[in-house]
């Protein structure tokens, strides 16, 4: 069984955005108030956090871990990576290296961001990774946990999406071939993009992740990287087909 949390359900200016007057970012609800989007995953033993954004820091200051034992990235973009400066309190904890798992493209980048984490002689208190290149079909264990990638076009940018066990993390998607959408049958509980109702040329929009999540069949289905322009959560949750949720910051669940 696995103890899963969303860290944050937003997307990359987060909600609410600054200095917007529209009635969900002067919403009053917690629940239309959503952090970059980010994930951790647990089996009891090990914990996964699926990318680590600019709000990072708070987001462990509101769900703590007592321990990461791996990174799992989908992609450069900065609310996915902004964050990876803020491992370093695990670095010391732990006296090790956090594996961090990512393609060949943003490994490539994460060294150029990051470069003094990756120094032949690194100045004391720099992050320390392990790192892990990955590609699409490639599985792996981390404790109890059967990880494997897959991948899905954020418009015309390929980028990693993990399965768990039977759980599915899905972000940023816009398109997702068949040899991803056999990897990710099956699964009981699946997490997916939805930036808002309207089209948009990189983002899975509300209706295609209701299709797209029909198709797959997941009991249970979770919308997850929402922008401002979805709606308020008490509107639009009464809206969705049974078996699909908004997510929210902070929300736990099993799988």
Known sequence: ?????????????????????????????????????????????????????????SQLLRNPLSRIDAVFITHEHNDHVAGMDDLRPFNFLQQAHIPVFACERVIKELKVRYYYAFMDKSYPGAPGYQINPIKHGDTWEVGNMKCKAFEVMHGNLPIICYRINDFVYITDAKTISESSREIIRGCQVMVVNALRRQDHWSHHTLGEAVNFAEEIGAPITYFTHMSHLMGQHSIIENQLPKGMMFAQDGLAIKC
């Open 1 to 57: 069984m696995l103890d899963i949390t969303f860290l944050g359900t937003g997307t990359s200016q987060g909600v609410p955005v600054i200095n917007c007057p529209c009635d969900v970012c002067q919403s009053e609800d917690p629940r239309d108030k959503r952090l970059r989007s980010s994930i951790s995953i647990s089996d009891g033993d090990k914990n996964i956090v699926i990318d680590v954004g600019p709000d990072f820091r």
